[in-house]
């Protein structure tokens, strides 16, 4: 099967994305003023619902295991308004 990159937007707080299992998250990004992230997907792989954090510097970011949030780093982005997101990859759904 062929593998291809495609791309999602993860919204701000809390969000839940399906992709292909076992998507590998490559790199996020400011595209268009939208936080958008890539990965390289298996399209003909089972679907799943994956969970994406999005929050803002100085944020309060919740109840979630710390050793988690750093192991699902992705990345940092930064707006046109100067508004800094970090995201984390929480993993599948449960």
Known sequence: MTQRVYKYYP??????????????????????????????????????????????TDEPIGDFDNLDLVLGFVGTVISRDGYVLHVFDMGPCE
């Open 11 to 56: 919204r701000p707080d809390v969000s839940e994305i399906e992709m292909p299992k076992d998507a590998a998250v490559l790199s996020v990004a400011m595209k268009d003023d939208v936080v958008t992230l890539w990965a390289l997907v298996e399209p003909e792989a089972p679907k799943e619902m994956r969970k994406f954090l999005v929050v803002e």
